[in-house]
């Protein structure tokens, strides 16, 4: 209760002092460009400039948190990367050197890879899917709202859950994981799934594809409600299944929908790192870029000049498609 108070207050002050600024930012413009007691000309002039003047102060506040919370990070994550391990002497390009000659930078890349194949893949073709079947059903707000639910889970909470659904007690011992569950139940053996190379990478990956694919799912039902019902009604006169409508008539229409919501989980993948650090924290060879930055950051004392290179890398990745994503964003709302 104590937290739910203070949370509270936070938020009524933070109300507070968001309308402070607006009511003292409108006064203090209206003081420097006065309406009243001026020549019409005069005027004019002031209502011209405070209305240029007007947008920028109250951007000012979201500015300042992106330069400090946004720009100056990024600038310092650079600086650092070419410094050695406590930031103090120069070290020039040593530790880009290092990170691609790291054995454990080739792995963690390797599996960013194969997240970046399976996870955008299956949430977005997953979301089409439940998309398309629930548009005309009558229990379909229903289905959509539980698929949607795990969006409202932080990545650590769904890690937890998997965690017990994975959870693996040892030979002999009365398994509680659900999967292992099923899996004797069946007649199977239970196993150390998170243990089990490669395949342990596909088990953190559900994780993630089960979150993932309500924000498709969402994003993909909307771009299916505004194809025209024209162009599927021609589809079924001219003799077209279900199937056909759908990959040949509906699909084209919405692919650069499809395209955005594709790159936002590709972005969403290359920063992975909740996942990995609560399931495995890295080990058995689930080792990402975000929790290899991680580690070497702020773990066995840390080293500044390495950590900052593993977060250039992540942040070279992830600019392009970003880019891409905005662009293509832009494009669909001026309906190119």
């Known amino acids: 209760m104590t937290h739910l108070l203070s949370s509270l207050v936070i938020m009524l002050l933070g109300v507070a002092a968001c309308g402070f ?6 006064w203090l413009l209206l003081r420097i460009f006065p309406v009243r007691r001026v020549s019409l000309q005069q005027q004019a002039v002031n209502i011209q400039r405070a209305a240029l003047i007007r947008p920028w102060l109250f951007l000012a506040p979201a500015l300042g948190f992106l330069g400090l919370y946004l720009v100056y990070p990024v600038v310092e994550s650079v600086r650092l990367s070419l410094f050695d391990r406590g930031g103090d002497a120069f070290v020039g390009v040593a530790n880009y050197r290092w990170l691609f000659a790291s054995e454990e930078f080739q792995e963690s890349l390797l599996n960013n890879l194969l997240w970046l194949l399976v996870v955008p893949a299956c949430s977005t073709f997953l979301g089409l899917v439940i998309a398309a079947m629930t548009d005309k059903v009558r229990w379909g707000n229903i289905a959509k709202s539980l698929v ?7 990545f650590i909470g769904a890690s937890i ?32 799934w998170i243990t089990l190379h490669f395949w342990n990478n596909l088990f953190l990956m559900v994780i993630l594809v089960w979150i993932q694919t309500g924000f498709a799912m969402v994003i993909l039902s909307a771009a299916l409600r505004g194809i025209p019902e024209e162009t599927v009604e021609a589809a079924v006169l001219d003799g077209a299944n279900g199937v056909q409508i759908f990959f040949k008539i509906m699909i084209p ?80 709302m001026e309906g190119r």
């Open 253 to 332: 229409q919405i692919w650069s929908t499809i395209a955005v919501v594709w790159t936002t989980i590709t972005i969403t993948v290359l920063k992975v790192f909740d996942i990995v650090l609560a399931m495995t924290n890295g080990q058995w060879k689930t080792q990402v870029l975000a929790n290899m930055m991680y580690d070497w950051m702020f773990r066995g004392g840390g080293d500044f000049g390495r950590g900052a290179a593993i977060a250039v890398i992540i942040m070279v990745a992830v600019i392009p498609v970003m880019i891409w994503n905005i662009r293509q964003a832009n494009a669909q």
């Open 21 to 26: 600024y607006f009511v003292f930012s409108n």
């Open 148 to 154: 949607f639910m795990p969006m409202a889970i932080s």
């Open 161 to 192: 859950i998997w965690k017990f659904i994975y959870e693996y007690r040892g030979e002999g011992s009365e398994q509680i994981g659900l999967l292992n569950a099923v899996v004797e139940y069946l007649g199977g053996t239970a196993q150390p």
